[in-house]
């Protein structure tokens, strides 16, 4: 059974730095591209970051590019999602995403982790 | 960029009736890049439909797809009470996602 396991939210001030994390079992973690969904209390879906199996190709909402940065540790079966210089409106749910289809970075989100709350205030 | 308008933001139906959920895309997609998700209060997102029409495991077959270009429509024959809920479409592209504002149906 895929599991998706998000952790490191918090409340965080306005343009400091958060790390979240998404532990991955269940499935060969280094066959599928994962990808960052976020949305905002009582808001609908937005895609963050996406990132293809082997790491080296990464994809950003123009939102939050320049500002976040994806990556994963094949090693380790975790996602990671670097975020700096946060913002209110950066304010949301965190859930981490299991690609459908292996190789690469293209499908839907087959699996979704229950998610991690970022809340950025002074 | 491509933008997902869905109709309507909500639906009311009785338990037993049939919905038929509306997706535009603002210009054409291929059909093998729309998915459909349900996300019922307090849950994660789940995955309905991907390629526009194919079920994902465990969807049961009242749920279904269809469409392509610029129309997709997500139809559920009968609602059974755990289908109350939100429903957002996907277009997953190559390099970017784009997800539906959603629609909410709700028991009338």
């Known amino acids: 059974e895929v599991q998706l396991l998000e952790s490191g939210g918090g409340v965080v001030q306005p343009g400091r730095s958060l790390r979240l994390s998404c532990a991955a079992s269940g499935f060969t973690f280094s066959n599928y591209g994962m990808s960052w969904v976020r949305q905002a209390p009582g808001k609908g879906l937005e895609w963050v970051s996406g990132i293809n199996n082997y790491g080296v190709s990464t994809y950003y909402a123009g939102s939050v590019k320049g500002r976040f940065t994806i990556s994963r540790d094949n090693s380790k079966n975790t996602l990671y999602l670097q975020m700096n210089s946060l913002r209110a409106e950066d304010t949301a749910l965190y859930y981490c995403?299991?690609?459908?289809?292996?190789?690469?970075?293209?499908?839907?989100?087959?699996?979704w982790g229950q998610g991690t709350l970022v809340t950025v205030s002074s | 960029e491509i933008v997902l308008t869905q109709s309507p933001v909500t639906l009311y139906l009785s338990p037993g009736e049939r919905a038929t959920l509306s997706c535009r895309a603002s210009?054409?997609?291929?059909?093998?890049?729309l998915a459909w998700y349900q996300q019922r209060p307090g849950q994660a997102p789940r995955l309905l439909i991907y390629?526009?029409?194919s079920r994902a495991i465990g969807i049961p077959d009242r749920i279904s797809g269809s469409g392509s270009e610029t129309d997709f429509t997500l139809t559920i024959s009968r609602l059974e009470p755990e289908d109350f809920a939100v429903y957002y479409c996907q277009y997953f592209g190559s390099s970017m996602w784009a997800f539906g504002q959603g629609t909410k149906v709700e028991i009338k």
């Open positions: 995403a299991k690609i459908l289809y292996s190789n690469g970075w293209y499908g839907g989100a087959e699996s």
């Open positions: 390629g526009a029409s």
């Open positions: 210009q054409s997609v291929s059909s093998n890049s």
